[in-house]
């Protein structure tokens, strides 16, 4: 089951990446990312958050694009990038299963 909170340190492990970049990226992108915070002021993100950053990422570290371009892009094509981030998303997904394929023959 879903959770509806994801701390900042799990919402990184999901990326792949440090929790000080997911905390750069909130802050770079505050009209895209209003995680909620906890009493004591932790970072709580949800899975939609999570989307977003990983859009993010996808435009970032796999296109190439600066921040203010990812963020452009964003504005005006975000169907499109979240379409790209779930190809890609599915095709390693299938990657890694072919892999525990290949190593169990």
């Known amino acids: 089951m879903e959770k509806l909170y994801y701390s900042i340190s799990e919402t990184a492990d999901l990326l792949g990446e440090s929790v000080s970049l997911v905390r750069f990226w909130t802050n770079s992108f505050p009209k895209l990312l209003k995680p909620r915070r906890t009493a004591k002021g932790n970072r709580q993100y949800t899975a939609e958050d999570i989307e977003v950053l990983k859009q ?28 790209s981030v779930k190809a890609l998303d599915s095709l390693r997904e299938i990657r890694a299963q072919l892999m525990e394929i290949k190593n169990s023959i």
């Open 56 to 83: 993010i990422h996808y435009l970032v570290k796999d296109k190439g694009l600066t921040l203010e371009g990812a963020g452009k892009q964003l504005a005006a094509e975000k169907s499109k990038v979240s379409n």
